[in-house]
């Protein structure tokens, strides 16, 4: 696990967004149409085998798509996300996230965040993976749904081409203007 940064910074461009983080101490969370990397919250589902039940791998296979589509389901256009940095000095994130070297980067202390739901980004050359299991009958797949570890664990997992990043993310029921802290 990652120690939480004393700093964190938000590049930003000079628009409405950016100004209302400044005067208003209001952070954007964007809903994930809005993210840069094709990849973002795409996952693998793996059910693992059981040697002692007798199961068609076809069956298994038909299912998957569906598990997928179920669990893409959560992450509706109502859920929000703020990336941070701990950079502040990053030339690609300049370019990408401050209209081209135009924008501001500014600086939050990490004590105004303390929230549960920020956390460092996992960068992984491997797209996260929902484990999953058969039933004891081998007439279902189990998908872990009593807890939200896979969720944020998508939530939470970029490819390492994006490390330079050193993001961290917080994750919120609702897009859009939220005071932060």
Not at 15 to 37: C, K, P, Q, V
Not at 97 to 104: C, K, L, P, R, V
Not at 107 to 128: D, V
Request: aromatic share 12%.
């Amino acid at each position: 696990m990652s120690k939480a940064p004393l700093l964190y910074y938000k590049y930003r461009s000079v628009d409405e967004y950016g100004l209302r983080f400044i005067s208003h101490n209001e952070a954007f969370y964007a809903n994930h149409t809005l993210f840069n990397d094709p990849y973002e919250l795409e996952f693998n589902v793996i059910v693992s085998e059981r040697p002692d039940l007798d199961v068609k791998l076809d069956k298994i296979e038909n299912i998957i798509p569906k598990i997928k589509n179920n669990i893409q389901g959560c992450f509706h256009k109502d859920i929000g996300f703020l990336s941070l940095s701990t950079l502040n000095n990053q030339i690609l994130m300049w370019s990408h996230y401050s209209d081209s070297h135009a924008g501001i980067c500014v600086g939050m202390s990490s004590l105004s965040l303390q929230k549960e739901t920020l956390k460092a980004i996992k960068y992984s050359k491997n797209l996260y993976t929902v484990k999953c299991e058969l039933d004891e009958k081998g007439e279902g797949i189990k998908v872990p749904i009593d807890n939200d570890e896979y969720l944020i664990g998508i939530c939470n997992t970029k490819c390492d081409i994006w490390s330079y990043e050193n993001e961290w993310r917080d994750v919120n029921r609702k897009s859009g203007g939220e005071n932060p802290a």
